[in-house]
């Protein structure tokens, strides 16, 4: 017995030293998969190459598709290229985003449901609106089936599982892109508070906010979070968003310097005296067109679930005259992508919906 006793420890000991050897020896294994410094601009220029596997409209359609065989890389390299879209707008985003998920926390997941399905077709990388999405349609689902409206419940909750799995694919490639500990590896985030949305789906309370730079020159949102046992900083870089809402900025006091240009020459016009006239702008010179970003989407490029026919004999007479257009749902079970369910989703799935709830809210 004793012989068995030290063989083992004896054995687990090389191993551990074996181990030890091998990341002394071989430290490049180290090399993280993404560095925002390193990668952002190449994966948002990949991102735009129609030649390129990893071209944004390719990539979009097979996210929006469930695609079982995206990588993480390849959801990472979506959201990146997201950036480079007319639409992306991080603190009007933001507000929006905000709006829906105020729905869902009253209880009014019909109207929340009307103003999240727009908001994806045009935004369909929202970390929170796809989560909140599916709590809408997989609440409706048990209030159906609760009727014992059976058809619509299984059509509600398989839209809420393809709403859900969108969710987990975007949270998996969070994860791929840092382990968010320190400034200099931070989670990449989209929208300004995806990772105040990160952290309750994997389970840590969030208990203070701040935002601070790296030692790279990039804007992070550190976030302290604790769990049952310890507090721990996380750190996501939003960098991308902080540079879109400057620009935007700056365009607009561009655009209203103009104006008060303009209005001057019109008034020396007026006077009759003679002013020059307007160079050509060359802001826009050389800058890369974005034609992947469509208003209008074709089915080529977005998959969305069809709309059902009518609203649903249920919703008849509770659902406000703003929000009674037809709700889009999912008609064939999505395949599920091996990834469990965020805590946050599970937490809220298990709570018991009330006898007397109706779907739209009070």
């Avoid at 083992?8 to 030293?17: A, G």
């Avoid at 006239?277 to 080529?300: C, I, L, M, Q, Y």
Wanted: charged letters at 30%.
């Amino acid at each position: 017995m004793l012989r068995v006793f030290i063989s083992v420890h004896l054995i687990l000991f090389c191993l551990l030293s074996q181990a030890q050897s091998d990341s002394t020896i071989n430290p490049v294994s180290k090399t993280p998969p993404f560095l925002y410094k390193r990668d952002f601009k190449s994966l948002v220029d990949s991102s735009q190459d129609i030649s390129s596997s990893l071209y944004y409209p390719v990539l979009l359609s097979r996210f929006l598709s469930n695609d079982s065989t995206m990588t993480n890389l390849e959801v990472l390299t979506l959201m990146i290229g997201f950036t480079e879209n007319p639409k992306y707008k991080p603190l009007e985003d933001m507000e929006k985003e905000d709006e829906i998920y105020e729905m869902t926390q009253k209880g009014q997941f019909v109207d929340a449901l009307a103003k999240s399905i727009p908001y994806l077709k045009s935004h369909p990388l929202s970390l929170l609106v796809l989560r909140e999405t599916s709590y809408a349609y997989g609440r409706l689902s048990r209030y159906y089936e609760r009727e014992q409206i059976f058809d619509t419940a299984i059509i509600f909750m398989d839209s809420s599982n393809y709403y859900m799995a969108l969710n987990d694919k975007i949270m998996e490639a969070m994860i791929f892109s840092a382990k968010g500990r320190t400034p200099d590896a931070p989670i990449f985030a989209l929208g300004l508070a995806d990772g105040e949305h990160f952290i309750p789906n994997v389970g840590f309370k969030i208990e203070k906010k701040d935002t601070e730079w790296n030692r790279n020159g990039d804007f992070l949102e550190k976030i302290t979070a604790a769990d049952n046992l310890t507090a721990k900083d996380f750190y996501f870089v939003i960098q991308h968003a902080k540079q879109k809402i400057d620009d935007d900025k700056a365009d607009e006091i561009a655009a209203k310097k103009s104006k008060k240009e303009k209005k001057k020459e019109q008034e020396k016009k007026k006077e009759g005296g003679a002013f020059k006239s307007e160079k050509p702008d060359k802001k826009s010179k050389g800058k890369r067109p974005a034609p992947v970003f469509d208003d209008k989407p074709t089915d080529s490029t977005i998959v969305v679930p069809p709309s059902v026919s009518e609203t649903p004999p249920a919703i008849q007479g509770v659902v406000s005259d703003s929000t009674r257009s037809n709700l889009p749902v999912k008609e064939n079970n999505p395949q599920e992508q091996g990834v469990a369910p965020a805590k946050e989703e599970e937490k809220r799935q298990s709570q018991e919906v009330p006898a007397a709830e109706k779907p739209g809210g009070f």
